[in-house]
């Protein structure tokens, strides 16, 4: 044997046998080995022209259980005879002659005149047998065939053996026939140019035949998959995407303007990540690369309105920047969570200024909501706005939980808005993504009123499952801004990460996001739609 690395090394082993045979039949040679291990090496030497070989198909037989059990132990007719020899007299009713095989054994005994009835008992007519199926089934186990093709049918046709292909080949010397595999020359130097030695040289054959690496390329993630199919439906139904870089924003526009009290409970440190450096920003205004942003995605229906090329998006964004009072502003959301405004009683408690400039990474994306529904007061008028992106919440960690995830959200600001228009538009948006039948229960979110959880029939767990929160934002917290009383807004969110789960069969959020996740699912994963109407 030779062991190469702890790996048998077959080629060496059949250069062995080829230099001493001139055929080397590899079934009768390595009859332990699998023919595709030794497929391989014949390749690998064959590639090298070392040698040659012929692939040999052949069919043999092979013993069934009970043919095995046969070669072992004898035939029916040998144990009916044994057992009748050894009692002397054996009474028919005797267990061992129960079954189906003692009734075969006890046929084929009496035709072969080995035992005969006596009365109600088997008595032996001979001393000794000669077993022939049992020497034919054993001489077959050796050889693995049968010389007489008759009795090779009659035993199958008895289910004692069944046939069996069998690949075997037959190597000998090719025509660059060596004992050692040469050492071939892959890559061409410099030297062997100037010395003329690639002349000579022992070139390996280049393998066509070789499957190439697999080329990885970039792949979307499913969630991204989904997310654009949301974006999609969105832009179908004529929103605009929101700008949602901003991941790290105030307490202002993250609780204040959304009449989260001070000391709400989700502004604890249990729920947000606050910013330790630095600490805090300055007081409410506009942030000049969101108003940017805003305005390009503006840009179309600008044109629409104005035939006459529009200003630059940074001009449109400053001229919209100068019409809003962020004191005046600032002044009213104070006012609103201290004393009452705008017909609202107010949480009526001292309002801590220092609160609205703590950085902390947004806990939702009504915050961006909240900053793009101001811009608003500059210019009053009907929109349709929507987001997709990460929130942050400091929660533990489990099989449905991570500490982030992405909100899809819609704000709809119009004149004269009703609940009964929301929930007619929700209708329609879950329609858009095979989410037929909607229930609505009434809920609580600081800054809408009325709010309304939305559930929706789930087939696979039998049973109503929230899928979404909604609401029509306070008019507080609308006119604080600017925006004129008779302008309403409706608010809707959900996570991107739950449609996702159930689209790709995933019950755990740690397969899908972070650092656990299988790279390969990533790059594998398939396409999804989902189901449009
Ligand atoms: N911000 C809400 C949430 O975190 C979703 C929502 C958005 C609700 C807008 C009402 C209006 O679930």
Redesign the pocket.
Known sequence: LHINGGQRDLTAEILEAVDQEAEVGTSTKFPQIPQAEIKAALDRLASRSMVEYDTKDREEVALTKEGEEIASAGSHEYKVWDAVRQAGRLSLKDPSLAGANAKIGQGNAFKLKWVKKDGDALVSLTDSVQDATREQLQCAKENRTFQDPKVQKDFMKRKLVVPQKVISYVARKGPKWAMEMPVEVTDLTAEMIADGSWQTANWKPYNYKAEGAQLSGGAFHPLMKVRQEFREIFFNMGFTEMPTQRFVDTGFWNFDTLFVPQQHPARDLQDTFYVSDPPEAGPPGPDPATDEALAQMDDQDEQDENDSAPASAATRAKDISSKLDYQQYFNNVRSVHQDGAFGSIGYRYPYNDAETKRLVLR????AV?AYVLHRLAANPRPCRYFSIDR?FRNETVDATHLAEFH?I???IADFGLTLGGLQAFLKRFFRKIGVPDLKFKPAY?P??EP?MEVYAWHAGLNKLVEI????M?RPEMLQAMGLPEDLRC?????SLERPTMIKYGISNIRELLGHKVDLGFIEGNPAVRLDRE
């Open positions: 806990t939702h994306t009504t909501s929130v909100q959200e819609g704000v979110n800054y809408t709010s979404g929160n909604s609401g934002f409706y608010g809707f969110g959900l």
